[in-house]
């Protein structure tokens, strides 16, 4: 078995140096970053684009790959569905294959209450015209056969896609490149610089870049960041474990999951598999601080957040992490250029002895490779998606809470429009960052 195959070994493809000003530094090159930068490009401003290890090293590479609108909460669904078209153009522009690819979306059903969830979001579903359905056991086994375990049913969104992370987003930054942003891989930014209460540039490891606007989208680190500069932002980051198999029959086009097994059909014939509703959360100081934002999540899914003692050293929320610093001297950023944490080996051995018995036509199921990546989340499961009032010139894009790949695109052209004032189309006010701090009551979306 391999360990993931993107790595600090990968060679810089953006080696800079970083230029000394900018209309807009975009902070962090995962698919948020990325695909601000190329929306801000389009709209005729000069972007640099930042990032302490590698383009998409971080979450961006590491995800599942699933393009799914099914499942979101009301307010994601228009930019989702944004989302899906852009990643069909912005496929298309690449010129490049990112393994973009329809299939579907389905979540099955064992017992009625799982069932009873699936209607209840239907009403959206139909709402904002997705093809969305809703099958008995019988079609479910239609559509997805051989399968061991007999399902009630399921909710199944054809129009939901795939895609392979690790092509995607780094050919989305090579398109951001042709169209003239300026990307610098391995270059951390310390701080924002700010002057007389507003936004004047960065500080990054290798000198000052002025600018009139800055868009952080630093994944698991943004609450680090922003913290420097006084904001406070309640992320914390869980661990998640995926792995790939060698190539297997196709059972389904799409991803699907139930409430133990989740797998996406991959390019290259095998699956990706994770285990569905499991998450680990590494005490440490923030976990503790905000731990009473995140009740009302973790009533709602009591079950799928396991506590682990401490993060490594050096992780977002590890005990002896430096929390403050001065910009002269080299930060937690640089120490961490690319968060690579360990696979959970039991998860590596269970879930594929899983999903063999779920689908026994399919024969051994061996795994090729696997890996992890940090999830950054918020409260209410919601990303933060904003312009920063307390601080004039800057604009945040970050807790994308386990889904920002597939919606990716929708994001970074809505934070792209945020910066240059136009109306962006879509009502954010779900994503506004003074949510945790104004008094409104935290209301997680739905745990589908
Ligand atoms: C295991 C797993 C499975 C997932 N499955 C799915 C899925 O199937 N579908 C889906 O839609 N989403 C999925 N997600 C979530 C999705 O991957 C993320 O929401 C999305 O990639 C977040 O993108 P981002 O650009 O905000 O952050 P990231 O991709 O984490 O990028 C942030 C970047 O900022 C850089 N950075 C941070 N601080 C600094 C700094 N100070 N200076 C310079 N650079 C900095 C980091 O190095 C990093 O590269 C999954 C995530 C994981 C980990």
Known sequence: MTAFPFSLENPIEWPGPPPASADVVVVGAGVIGVTCALFLARRGLSVTLLEKGRVAGEQSSRNWGWIRQQGRAPEELPIAGEACSLWRQLARECGEDVGLAPGGVTYFAHTDKEMAALHEWMPHARAHGLDTHLMDGAQTAALIPGMSRQVIGAMETPSDMRAEPWKAVPALARLAAREGVTIVENCAVRTLDVMAGR???VVTEAGRIQADEVVVAGGAWSSLLLRQSGIDLPQLSVRGTVMATEPLKQVYAGAATDDKVAFRRRQDGGYTLAAAGFH???????????????????????????FKLAAPAGFPDAWRLARRWSADRPTPFERMRMLDPAPNARVVRDTPRAFAKRFPGLGEVRVKAAWAGMIDAMPDVLPVVDRCTALPGLTVGTGMSAHGFGIGPGFGRVLADLVVGRETGHDLSRFRLTRFSDGSPIRPGPAL
Not at 281 to 305: K, N, Q, S, V
Request: with cysteine.
């Open 199 to 201: 936004v004047a540039g």
């Open 280 to 306: 680990e959360l590494f005490l440490g100081p923030d976990a503790f601080r905000h731990c009473r934002r995140y009740l009302p999540a973790l009533r709602e899914d009591p079950l799928g957040t396991r």
